[in-house]
Structures are given as structure tokens and as C-alpha cells.
T-cell receptor, first 110, second 118 residues
Framework: DAKTTQPTSMDCAEGRAANLPCNHS???????VYWYRQIHSQGPQYIIH?????ETNEMASLIITEDRKSSTLILPHATLRDTAVYYC???????????WGAGTKLIIKP | SQTIHQWPATLVQPVGSPLSLECTVE??????LYWYRQAAGRGLQLLFY??????ISSEVPQNLSASRPQDRQFILSSKKLLLSDSGFYLC?????????????????FGPGTRLTVL
């Protein structure tokens, strides 16, 4: 079973920041939070991951709460091409498997 | 830079026929390799992973098998397809970690093969 909870769907206006929440209340100390997205009929695309600290790269920012029980993926300036299903995944050591939930369908509107 | 290829992109096969899907990775050595399946509207399910040539671990019992004949080649096979084998098959790679799983070990996915069994 997925160890994360995400909203089923979200809308965001083009050019605005898209903030995607994820709850992972049972996360343990050595487990990482990963974000991927999947555009229809394509393979998942890696976005970002983190353990404890907030992370930023060219695609997005990841904000992890101090207790690590939730996180937020931020797309700073959403474009129509960011419309996709976004998956939040928790993964620990000693486990090769990424356990996928249903994700959040993000729709960017003009 | 590293790239991952899968073929074919789409495949329609009759029930009971054999299957062979291929995945190759370029630009890295001794990667960990993975096969996932995605049912319509669902998340991905890990089928097999490999930490080296000839080393295959199965996560889900089924009529599929995997092989790794070369360092950067991963093959998914079946002798007789079932209707339930239909789905989107994805290959992924991550940097080799000497046979250990590492939580910060990012997996990168290929474009996928959409299989329809009729």
C-alpha cells in the first residue's frame, strides 16, 4: 500500500505557482520523499527528492515539514506543459521498490 | 548523459502468444535495472529488479520472467500471455550501489511499452 496521501486533483492558473501537498505521517527517519510526474502515455519523469531539508532544482522546490509528516511540491511558474499526474513517494533503504499511489492530477488552465 | 530506450512502443498480442520486451541503457555502467507495470489509472507496480548481469529478483509472482544478458540490457518475457498482462510496461535504471538498496538512489524511467492482449 502507498505510504502517502495526495488530493485526487488540483487546478492552477498558468503563470501562477502550483503547490501540491502530500501527507506521509508514518514516514521513518531513513525514508526519502520523492516526486515524479507522468504526462499522459509517457514514462514517469523524476522531479525532485529530499530527506529532511528543503530542496530546489531547475524544475521545482520541495518543502518538507520539520516533523517530516508532510511535504509540498512547488512549481514556481506553472505552464500548460506542467499538466500531468504528480506522484509523491516515500522510499527507504533496503528497499528497491518505489511504492506508487494514485497521485494528484494537476490541470494548468490558461 | 544517460538515456534509456524501450521497444516496441506499442504491442498488440493474442492470448497465449509469447512476449519479449527490451530495455537498454546508455551512458552508465553497472546500473540497477527495473521492470514496472502500470494498469490504467493506477500507480506503478514493481515486477523485477536486477543489480547485475544474471541477477534477477522478482517482486510479484506471475507468468512473466526477466533476464539481464548484458550489463545494460534488461528483457521482460512471457511464454504465454494472459488478458491480465495488458498494461503499460516501464523500464527504469538507477546508479549501481554494489547490490544494496539505497533510499536516495533515484530511478529514471524509459518511455514505456503499451501492451494490449486480446
Amino acid at each position: 500500500d502507498a505510504k502517502t496521501t495526495q488530493p485526487t486533483s488540483m487546478d492552477c492558473a498558468e503563470g501562477r505557482a502550483a503547490n501540491l501537498p502530500c501527507n506521509h505521517s508514518t514516514i521513518s527517519g531513513n525514508e526519502y520523499v520523492y516526486w515524479y510526474r507522468q504526462i499522459h502515455s509517457q514514462g514517469p519523469q523524476y522531479i525532485i527528492h529530499g530527506l529532511k531539508n528543503n530542496e530546489t532544482n531547475e524544475m521545482a522546490s520541495l518543502i518538507i515539514t520539520e516533523d517530516r509528516k508532510s511535504s509540498t511540491l512547488i512549481l514556481p511558474h506553472a505552464t500548460l506543459r506542467d499538466t500531468a499526474v504528480y506522484y509523491c513517494i516515500v522510499r527507504g533503504d533496503s528497499n528497491y521498490q518505489l511504492i506508487w499511489g494514485a497521485g494528484t492530477k494537476l490541470i494548468i488552465k490558461p | 548523459s544517460q538515456t534509456i530506450h524501450q521497444w516496441p512502443a506499442t504491442l498488440v498480442q493474442p492470448v497465449g502468444s509469447p512476449l519479449s520486451l527490451e530495455c537498454t541503457v546508455e551512458g552508465t555502467s553497472n546500473p540497477n535495472l527495473y521492470w514496472y507495470r502500470q494498469a490504467a489509472g493506477r500507480g506503478l507496480q514493481l515486477l523485477f529488479y536486477s543489480v547485475g548481469i544474471g541477477q534477477i529478483s522478482s517482486e510479484v509472482p506471475q507468468n512473466l520472467s526477466a533476464s539481464r544478458p548484458q550489463d545494460r540490457q534488461f528483457i521482460l518475457s512471457s511464454k504465454k500471455l494472459l488478458l491480465s498482462d495488458s498494461g503499460f510496461y516501464l523500464c527504469a535504471w538507477s546508479r549501481g550501489t554494489s547490490g544494496r538498496a539505497f533510499g536516495g538512489d533515484t530511478q529514471y524511467f524509459g518511455p514505456g511499452t503499451r501492451l494490449t492482449v486480446l
